[in-house]
């Protein structure tokens, strides 16, 4: 196994060592230097460079080879010799240090790399890969756990060098997802997005390797109990991970407090020996460096639980920058004087137009309240009573703290930390005016989703829902940065949608390409054209009202706001080929370990249940608000309820699963066609309903995957089969892309029909191979 192992790290070390050079060649394409003397030399030098630390590299691994493989094997025997009292809690804690180290990388490599806030699903897919593959190999002789801290401390410098210090993060902002660049960041040429299909290449590698020891410790702890109470400990050990990432999202902890504790629990598992212990330790002091290394002084890091926000100070007004997944996010401005510069009166006539829009301004919602330049431009319009919705407590804080205009410091406003869909629907308030921010998040709803945390604030059925929210004469404004015609139209067509057939009116104010769509909810009401000759903005609303930009509504069941229209997602296509074979030749290096991948139905199973669980995710987010507590204490309601599962096999005895199978069945049926129909009711009754209704599936899941552990079979191997099936099932997710959340319905069951159909054939060939066992009968056999 170590010498697959050793294969697979000197290829990462070689593409580590040439993406340097891979990352220039684009740019000085682009640029016309690609030709010139200093260019070539200076590539000739890099790939020389490369290809000579990566010589070193292999002539190192290859003299250390022999003591990694003996610290290996005492490794797993360490772990072996293990009093039976303390395995569980091994395996809980095991189960726990998997969990959440898998979410921290998945929130790290999106904090340094722009494009990972917008590719979780590719980081959780390669944690899987690495799970996996470990659970896989969990009874071989050698767990180089070893590797672990070292590999993670290796993925940390790699990365954050190539973000900060090597040059390659002039096109790092480029957007491998041809589909979505309506969402504010570039999509580069081929070249540049090859080069950064070759980095998510060596990242997932990195990613899976340091998972597969993981993946083993946790296997082999579980081996030593019954299948059925080692999976149960297992789930309450992600369960506890789950629980141990909210509580360090909810103090804003940073990286360096995440990895830390991970490393703490390596080490835990380490094996006794001097040796073993100091490169652990000496690799956790290096790690730890690394991440606590002010990359850049002048940018202020802070992690709020749902993003990277790094906070500097704008060069041409000296006032608060923020900037979030690496580029520009947000702004602060000193609005307040009269004799403002034409640029700066710009921005003000920005702010101030939706105010003028309506002449009676008593209550007023701001969704996307931000750092408060919108609340201040309320105020300043003698708003009497102002709602700001922030879903992002950190930016609110940084506002409260530094603007100048003191907006949140008013007894007029009452700033509201949530979801803005959610509130929405929850308050009784009615608005004269509910003006939208440019609110548009830069970071998905969940690791294992391809929605964002902005997208159900973006649909026709949320733009109903601030509409029901109006005084019989309010008006609803909202702002976007539009990035490409498409996208205005998009707006357009939804909020005609949502104000039955009435076009709103379009007006193009310049500042930072901002388009401004007002409509209100008297049906007699016209915007004075002076407003907008005064201001010196334009009125696009005939272009946009042109049917030739074509454009298809976002809706609940395809939030997908930053797609202009409903294409099949080519890119993701890419990228799952990707996922797909970097998987086969991962596995492919390990053939020679013959690593067990029986028992097809706990693949489907896997598969079924991160599209349900996927399902649930979205659907409890719009019901309970996209914040980060809800998705928090959804995901771990859904391994309380396959961990509920589980008890109901040891109380009730369980044997078959023919029944949990129709009930699961029927669970599934029953969700789609409640998310046909409309869903239930936003009444507290109809919320605990949805709950229920979106995760009873999981739990009929959980029993039919506890019941199949009776088979024959380590549970390691069963673990790895779930792990691969659910990798399968993240890369199936990305079809709602085209054909909505509700299709995932219907994936699931052939998923969790082919388990079913997958389980009766093992059965029937085990029923045949313990047919050919038995002794022939004495008649047979008599003379």
């Known amino acids: 196994m170590l010498r697959s192992f050793s294969r697979l790290l000197v290829l990462t070390f070689l593409g580590c060592s040439l993406m340097p050079a891979v990352l220039a060649f684009p740019n000085a394409i682009q640029l016309g230097g690609a030709h010139s003397l200093g260019f070539v030399g200076k590539q000739i030098l890099l790939i020389c460079g490369g290809l000579i630390a990566t010589a070193v590299f292999y002539y190192v691994v290859n003299k250390l080879e022999p003591l990694i493989e003996t610290n290996a094997v005492e490794q797993a025997r360490f772990l072996d010799s293990f009093e039976l009292r303390y395995v569980d809690v091994a395996i809980l804690a095991s189960a726990a240090l998997s969990l959440f180290l898998e979410l921290g990388i998945i929130r790290w490599q999106a904090s340094v790399l722009e494009f990972f806030a917008f590719y979780k699903n590719y980081s959780l897919l390669a944690c899987f890969l690495g799970l996996g593959l470990g659970y896989a190999l969990a009874t071989r002789d050698r767990i180089p756990l070893l590797l672990t801290i070292p590999l993670l401390a290796w993925q940390f410098v790699f990365m954050i060098a190539l973000r900060f210090g090597l040059g390659g993060a002039a096109y790092l902002n480029t957007l491998p997802i041809r589909e979505q660049l309506g969402m504010g960041l570039s999509g580069g040429s081929f070249l540049h997005i090859s080069a950064l299909y070759a980095l998510m290449t060596i990242v997932f590698l990195i990613t899976a390797l340091g998972f597969l020891p993981i993946g083993q410790l946790c296997g082999r702890l579980m081996e030593r109990r019954t299948k059925l109470r080692a999976y149960g400990l297992n789930l309450l050990g992600s369960l506890l991970g789950v629980l141990l990432m909210l509580l360090a999202s909810f103090l804003w902890t940073p990286p360096l407090v995440w990895f830390a504790l991970c490393f703490l629990a390596i080490l835990l598992f380490h094996l006794r020996r001097p040796p073993s212990l100091i490169v652990g330790v000496v690799f956790t002091v290096f790690a730890v460096i690394v991440l606590a290394w002010p990359v850049n002084p002048l940018w202020n890091r802070l992690y709020s639980p749902y993003q990277l926000l790094e906070v500097g100070h704008s060069e041409d007004t000296g006032l608060t920058l923020i900037r979030a997944a690496g580029h520009y996010y947000q702004r602060i401005y000193d609005l307040s004087g009269q004799n403002l510069s034409p640029q700066l009166t710009n921005v003000r006539g920005y702010y101030d137009f939706p105010y003028k829009a309506h002449p009676q301004l008593e209550d007023i919602a701001v969704v996307g309240a931000g750092t408060g330049n919108d609340v201040a431009a309320a105020l300043r319009a003698g708003a009497t009573h102002i709602d700001a919705i922030e879903i992002d407590p950190a930016i609110l804080q940084i506002g409260r703290a530094n603007h100048p205009e003191r907006p949140y410091d008013s ?347 997958s389980d009766l054939v093992f059965k029937k060939k085990e029923s045949l191979e313990l047919n050919e066992v038995i002794p022939v009968s004495s008649s047979q056999t008599s003379p």
């Open 411 to 757: 007894t007029r406003v009452h700033p509201v930390v949530n979801d803005a869909r959610s509130f929405l629907r929850r308050t009784s308030h009615q608005y004269d005016l509910i003006v939208y921010g440019m609110l548009d998040s830069h970071t998905l709803l969940s690791q294992g989703s391809s929605v964002r945390i902005d997208s159900f604030v973006y649909t026709v059925e949320g733009l109903r829902d601030a509409r029901n929210r109006l005084k019989p004469d309010g008006i609803i404004s909202l702002s976007f940065s539009v990035m490409s015609d498409a996208i205005a139209r998009k707006i357009y067509l939804m909020m005609r949608q949502a104000f039955d057939g009435r076009p709103p009116v379009c007006v193009a104010a310049g500042y930072d390409r901002s388009t401004i769509f007002i409509e209100s909810n008297d049906k007699n009401w016209t915007l004075p054209p002076n407003i907008v000759q005064e201001t010196g903005f334009v009125d696009r609303t005939t272009y946009y009202a042109n049917p030739a930009i074509q454009a298809d509504v976002s809706t609940d069941d395809w939030p997908f706001f930053y797609m202009p229209r409903r294409v099949y997602p080519i890119s993701y296509v890419v990228m799952a080929a990707q996922v797909l074979i970097l998987s086969l030749f991962i596995t492919g290096n390990f053939l020679t370990e013959k690593p067990a991948f029986r028992h097809l139905s706990f693949f489907f199973l896997g598969a079924g249940f991160m599209l349900v669980e996927t399902k649930a995710i979205t659907e409890l987010g719009l019901t309970f608000g996209n914040t980060w507590q809800v998705i928090g204490v959804v995901i771990a309601s859904i391994l309380t309820m396959a961990w509920l599962g589980n008890c109901a096999v040891h109380w009730l005895k369980i044997k078959r699963p023919i029944i949990p199978y129709l009930y699961l069945f029927a669970a599934l049926a029953l969700g789609w066609f409640i998310a046909r129909s409309g869903g239930l009711s936003s009444t507290p009754m109809g919320r605990l309903e949805t709950a229920i209704v979106l995760t009873c599936p999981l739990f009929f899941s959980g029993i039919v995957f506890s019941t199949l552990l009776s088979s024959k079979g380590a549970i390691s191997e069963m673990m790895a089969m779930n792990l691969l099936g659910a990798i399968c099932g993240g890369l199936l997710e990305y079809n709602s892309m085209y054909f909505g959340f509700q299709s995932l319905y219907f994936l699931a069951m052939a998923c969790y029909v082919l388990a079913f159909v």
